[in-house]
Every structure is written in C-alpha cells, then in structure tokens.
C-alpha cells in the first residue's frame, strides 16, 4: 500500500537536546511538508521541499532544520533553539505537476514532549 | 495573505444531519478539500470539489461551493458517534503560499456527536 510513514508516534525530548523526527512516503510525490499542531490551532507549516536537495522556510522554521536527501524522505530535527517544542507534528506529500488536483496526504504524526 | 475560516466547535445528535461550513478569501481557488482528523491520528481526506461545480455528493457527504461569496459547506447525513472528529477545510489556489500546489487551511471544525 502507498501512504506516508512517520516515526517514532511519540518522542520525549530532554532539555538542551536535538530529536529527529522521521518521514517516508513511497507516493512517489515530489513535494513534502511539515506541520506543527497545538489545540485550536489548527496546522501551522514549519518546511516545505518540492524537490530533492532544496526546501523552503514555512510560517514557523525557527528552531528546526530538515533535509531532503532522498525524494521518498524528509526527516525534521526539532532542535534545542526551539523552546517550546512540545506539540503533535504532521508530514504530507503531494504530487505538483500541472494545476489539477493535487491533495495532501498525511502520515499519522508523532507527538513531541518535553521531559 | 490568504485565509479560510471556520467556526471551532459544533454539537449535533446521533441520527442529525450536520452541516460544517467554511469560508476563504483566495478568489483563485481551484479545488477545495475536506479532511477528517480522529484524535491522535493525522488528517485523512474525506472529499473535494472542483471550483467550478456548485455541489457533490459522496454516499453520506454533500459538499455545497458558493464562489461568489467564497463559502463552502461539508453535510454528513445521519450522523454517528463514529463521525465526531476534527474537519479541516482546506483550498488550493493560484496564489497559495509560495507554489500554486500548496494549501492553506483552516483551524478545524471539532464535532462532537450526541448518543
């Protein structure tokens, strides 16, 4: 089956550390994206990558970094700048060519605390 | 910039139909998307709508599109307990982020079902 596969679904996180959270898909989509959720917030994106070796800053970047290696991966590493990580974080995929449709798919997320 | 609005929170009974609505001001809309966001788990696309059309409908799930006043409205017919969730709106627009392939959403609508 396609889809997206994040990992771990929970991650616990000292102070002063880097985490690294993983993302595959096998979608064969060119685009991938992160997200950060917290209550009523709804998705506020943090990266984004249309294409391998390139991504771009979403509304909130500060204190995380990605890469994109490998069209099928786009891991973020949440690091110790970011001060108030603890939140539920969601990767999607999709394709962009052409101006059709072209939805979002979702991995199942992974849940960031703090310890 | 670009936004979509929803009301946050909406309460109906088992066997009701519900009606969630949503409006967004990115007049170069393409598609228009629902998706459905259990606790704990990503966002799964439920249906979309072309902006030219005015209405479809997918077995229990009627999605209505008035372009001219940029309002979009998703009905569950019959609704269950297995239906209360989180529904995001979300619109894909010439004018969407940084690339006409993203999109932006709302802040989710949280229904709860009424046994």
């Known amino acids: 089956d396609g889809g997206i596969t994040q990992s771990p679904k929970y991650l616990f996180r000292k102070e002063g550390q880097n985490v690294t959270l993983s993302c595959e898909q096998n979608?064969?989509?060119?685009?991938m994206y992160w997200y950060r959720q917290d209550p009523g917030q709804g998705l506020r994106l943090i990266y984004y990558s249309q294409i391998v070796n390139d991504f771009q800053k979403g509304d909130i970047a500060e204190g995380y970094s990605v890469s994109r290696e490998k069209k099928e991966s786009f891991p973020l590493t949440v690091t110790s700048a970011q001060k108030n990580p603890t939140a539920f974080y969601l990767c999607?995929?999709?394709?962009?060519?052409?101006?059709?449709?072209?939805?979002?798919?979702f991995g199942d997320g992974t849940r960031l605390s703090i310890l | 910039g670009e936004d979509v609005e929803q009301s946050l929170f909406l309460s109906v009974r088992e066997g009701d139909s519900s009606v969630i609505n949503c409006t967004y001001t990115?007049?170069?809309?393409?598609?228009l998307y629902w998706y459905k966001q259990e606790p704990g788990a990503g966002l799964q696309l439920l249906t979309y709508i072309f902006s030219n059309m005015d209405m479809k409908q997918d077995q229990r799930l009627t999605v209505l599109l008035n372009k001219k006043d940029k309002h979009l409205s998703l009905r569950i017919a019959d609704t269950q307990t297995g239906d209360s969730a989180i529904y995001f709106c979300a619109e894909k627009g010439a004018n969407s982020g940084a690339g006409s392939y993203q999109l932006t959403f709302g802040k989710g609508t949280k229904l709860s079902v009424i046994p």
């Open positions: 979608l064969n989509h060119d685009a």
């Open positions: 999607a995929s999709s394709a962009i060519q052409g101006a059709g449709n072209q939805p979002q798919h």
């Open positions: 990115d007049s170069s809309s393409t598609y």
